[in-house]
């Protein structure tokens, strides 16, 4: 076998490859969207949000309460807050909800996919890859499972009895 003594073309490669760049937005995640109202509506198993976004200082309202008496539980304030969160925009928009319907991890579910979607409305280049990428554009379709005739749930049968 005959060896490769060619040390330039090597060279030229390495010097190639370093000229790439990410697919991704670079721009993205840096805080520097539009600051602008907007809407969306997100839903959740049987909950349904109707989320706005309006400039402002951070302050949320859900039903008429805040988030801290809505939703005790820290890891649903995480869930709805983290679209904000991800695209580092703490502080600048005042978040208006309604929601009705389903339980508490239904509804912080559906308020997610509706700050999601309102963002995404608001600048569209700026927010809709980073958004797409960590999943908060998708509408999760899992829901409860009909019951069917002759079973006592979904699928749970009546017990056997071989006697």
């Given at each position: 076998?005959a060896?490769?003594?060619?040390?330039?073309?090597?060279?030229?490669?390495?010097?190639?490859?370093?000229?790439?760049?990410?697919?991704?937005?670079?721009?993205?995640?840096?805080?520097?969207?539009?600051?602008?109202?907007?809407?969306?509506?997100g839903?959740?198993?049987?909950?349904?949000?109707?989320?706005r976004?309006v400039?402002?200082?951070?302050?949320?309202?859900i039903?008429?309460?805040?988030?801290?008496?809505y939703?005790?539980?820290?890891?649903?304030?995480?869930?709805?807050n983290?679209?904000?969160?991800?695209?580092?925009?703490?502080?600048?928009?005042?978040?208006?909800?309604?929601?009705?319907?389903?339980?508490?991890?239904?509804?912080?579910?559906?308020?997610?996919?509706?700050?999601s979607?309102?963002l995404?409305a608001?600048?569209?280049?700026?927010?809709r890859?980073?958004?797409?990428?960590?999943?908060?554009?998708?509408?999760?379709?899992?829901?409860?499972?009909?019951?069917?005739?002759?079973?006592?749930?979904?699928?749970?049968?009546?017990?056997?009895?071989?006697?």
């Amino acid at each position: 076998m005959a060896e490769n003594t060619n040390d330039s073309a090597v060279q030229a490669t390495e010097e190639e490859l370093t000229s790439y760049t990410t697919e991704t937005n670079a721009g993205a995640g840096t805080g520097t969207s539009a600051i602008a109202p907007g809407y969306g509506t997100g839903r959740r198993k049987e909950a349904v949000a109707r989320v706005r976004l309006v400039p402002g200082t951070g302050k949320w309202t859900i039903n008429g309460r805040t988030l801290e008496e809505y939703f005790p539980s820290k890891l649903q304030q995480r869930e709805v807050n983290s679209p904000i969160v991800l695209l580092k925009l703490e502080g600048k928009f005042d978040v208006i909800v309604l929601v009705d319907g389903g339980g508490t991890t239904g509804q912080a579910g559906a308020i997610r996919l509706g700050v999601s979607r309102a963002l995404n409305a608001i600048d569209r280049e700026a927010n809709r890859a980073t958004l797409k990428k960590a999943g908060f554009l998708t509408r999760d379709a899992r829901v409860v499972e009909r019951k069917k005739a002759g079973l006592h749930k979904a699928r749970r049968a009546p017990q056997f009895s071989k006697r």
